[in-house]
């Protein structure tokens, strides 16, 4: 069984900086991809960042804000949020794509992280 366990959600004022971290635990073999989505009320869940054996991706109104980076020995995953928003507001998720011991590939999600941002 594999887990995914996120922390560093919270209430900031715009203009602040939040870090939100991931690590996953479990049965795994090996990370194929991790990354961050989020969901702000009444939208449809959307990638912010993502990372793939060290290329990055992010989101249009994110870039230059946000810096996802990984860390393969301890199978975390961290975004850095800077200059938040309040359209920035939404609960963020981590999801990695991992093989298990007995060779599944499979999408793993976090319980999700809320970021407020206030005005």
């Known amino acids: 069984q594999v887990q995914l366990v996120e922390s560093g959600g919270g209430l900031v004022q715009a203009g602040e900086s939040l870090r939100l971290s991931c690590a996953a635990s479990?049965?795994?073999?090996?990370?194929?991809?991790m990354g961050w989505y989020r969901q702000a009320p009444g939208k449809q869940r959307e990638l912010v960042a993502g990372i793939t054996s060290g290329r990055t991706n992010y989101e249009d109104s994110v870039k230059g804000r946000f810096t996802i980076s990984r860390d393969n020995a301890k199978n975390t995953v961290c975004l850095q949020m800077n200059s938040l928003k309040p359209e920035d507001t939404a609960v963020y998720y981590c999801?990695?794509?991992?093989?298990?011991?007995?060779?599944?590939?499979?999408?793993?999600w976090g319980q999700g992280t809320q970021v407020t941002v206030s005005s």
């Open positions: 999801t990695a794509r991992i093989t298990d011991l007995v060779g599944v590939t499979y999408r793993y």
């Open positions: 479990g049965s795994i073999f090996s990370i194929n991809s």
